[in-house]
Every structure is written in structure tokens, then in C-alpha cells.
């Protein structure tokens, strides 16, 4: 049996194709989900993870997951904080109350899970944390405000984070994703993938490739950096300024 895993938002499309590739890897996966009881069933199935339904927009909820993950005879060796929340309006329109639930989801669960699987990785000297972030974190975009907020409050956070707990063998690091092929994403129009350098959206199994390679023992001196998978883009917006 391989290592011990948690990926958050695992019934989503990238969450899912990271649920496989680490469960092909021979890790031993665990997966949350929120709606889609089918699809968590299917999957668990299919790939042989556990899994396991939690509302991350629930504090109190995840608070007592946490507790659970601390006190698991083993230790988990990797957390893929995957899950995410979005609302897209423009500043005069924004709900506060749902940017705050943004703020929840992909940051605030972040943080509380983290809390009960460091400890363990720590102790054990070894452990890789992975949270899925997103071009928006630096590229502005009309209407992503609360999004692209949460996304780089994120980062920030995995980058104090990374100098806490480097000495103990645990990296932690962010993969950020551009425009993927997902529900998430919606319908794209034509024009904005012919504006990608690699003239394509992104697949899930791509952002899940690189997951995958943060967790493995090769990437150990990879530690407090963003993984770009983007194409390109994000480069040739910066390029072009």
C-alpha cells in the first residue's frame, strides 16, 4: 500500500484526473466531495480511493475532518487542496457575503486541513502540500475579482507556509492551472484558445501530471514556488505589457 493522500474536490474534472493519476501512482488516496454522491461512488470504484463527503465551505465541518486527519494512525504524506469556489462580478456589483464564501473554499479549508495533516508530516520528515491555484492570481481579468483574490491570498499563504516546515522534509507548493478544459470553465470562445501560445486549452491530466510530479521524491528541492500550466499564456500577457 503507497503512501496516504488527500485531494480535495475530488469528483470534479481536474479533481478527478488528479484522483487517478496519484491513484495509478500507487498512492493511497483519499478524496472529498460536496454534491455529486454518483459520481463519488464511480470513482471511488474505479480507482480504488476512498471517498469521503465534506462541505468546505463549512468551518466547523472542516474543523472536525482536520481533527480526524491528525489523529490517523499514519501519518498522510501528501494534501492536494483542489476544491474551488469562484463568483464573477464586477466591483459595483460584487456580493460580499459569496466572495467571502469564495474566500472559504479555497482558502480558509486550505488552511484548516493543512492543520491536521502538518504535524504528522512534519514529525514524519517528510510530506508534499500541493494547493491548485490559478492564472487569475496574477493575470486581471474583468468580473474575477473575488476569484483571483482568493487565488493569490492563496499563494502567499503556501509561501509562508513553505518556510515553516522546508527544514522538517515538507514541501509546499502551488500548481496553477490556465484556461483547462472543465464544467468550471464553462463554454470558451475560439478566439481565446487560438490566443494561447499553444494554440489549445489545457487538459485535466496535464495539471494532474503535475501534481503528480510535486509529490514525487525528484521534486524534493522544488519548494515554495508556483507551477505554471498554462500554455503559455500567462508569459505572453506579461510579454506583451
Not at 464511480?42 to 475532518?65: K, M, N, P, S
Amino acid at each position: 500500500m503507497g503512501y496516504p493522500v488527500l485531494v480535495t474536490g475530488g469528483t470534479g474534472g481536474i479533481g478527478s484526473a488528479i484522483v487517478r493519476r496519484l491513484s495509478a501512482d500507487g498512492y493511497q488516496v483519499t478524496f472529498t466531495w460536496r454534491r455529486d454522491e454518483a459520481a463519488a461512488a464511480a470513482l471511488a470504484a474505479e480507482t480504488g480511493a476512498e471517498a469521503h463527503r465534506l462541505d468546505l465551505a463549512d468551518r466547523a465541518a472542516v474543523a472536525t475532518f482536520a481533527e480526524t486527519l491528525q489523529a490517523a494512525e499514519e501519518p498522510f504524506y501528501g494534501f492536494v487542496h483542489n476544491a474551488g469556489a469562484t463568483h464573477d462580478a464586477l466591483a459595483a456589483t460584487l456580493d460580499v457575503e459569496r466572495a467571502a464564501a469564495v474566500m472559504e473554499v479555497n482558502l480558509f479549508a486550505f488552511m484548516g486541513l493543512v492543520k491536521g495533516v502538518v504535524r504528522g508530516m512534519t514529525a514524519a520528515r517528510q510530506g508534499r502540500i500541493v494547493a491548485i491555484g490559478a492564472l487569475a492570481a496574477t493575470r486581471a481579468a474583468a468580473g474575477n475579482g473575488a476569484y483571483a483574490a482568493s487565488k493569490a491570498a492563496l499563494e502567499a499563504y503556501v509561501r509562508t507556509l513553505m518556510t515553516e516546515v522546508a527544514r522538517r522534509g515538507v514541501t509546499a507548493n502551488v500548481v496553477a492551472p490556465g484556461w483547462v478544459e472543465t464544467a468550471m470553465a464553462g463554454e470558451v470562445p475560439p478566439q481565446l484558445a487560438r490566443a494561447i501560445p499553444a494554440q489549445r486549452l489545457g487538459k485535466a491530466a496535464e495539471v494532474a501530471n503535475a501534481v503528480a510530479f510535486l509529490l514525487r521524491g525528484e521534486a524534493s528541492y522544488v519548494n515554495g514556488t508556483t507551477l505554471t500550466v498554462d500554455g503559455g499564456l500567462g508569459t505572453m500577457l506579461a510579454a506583451t505589457k
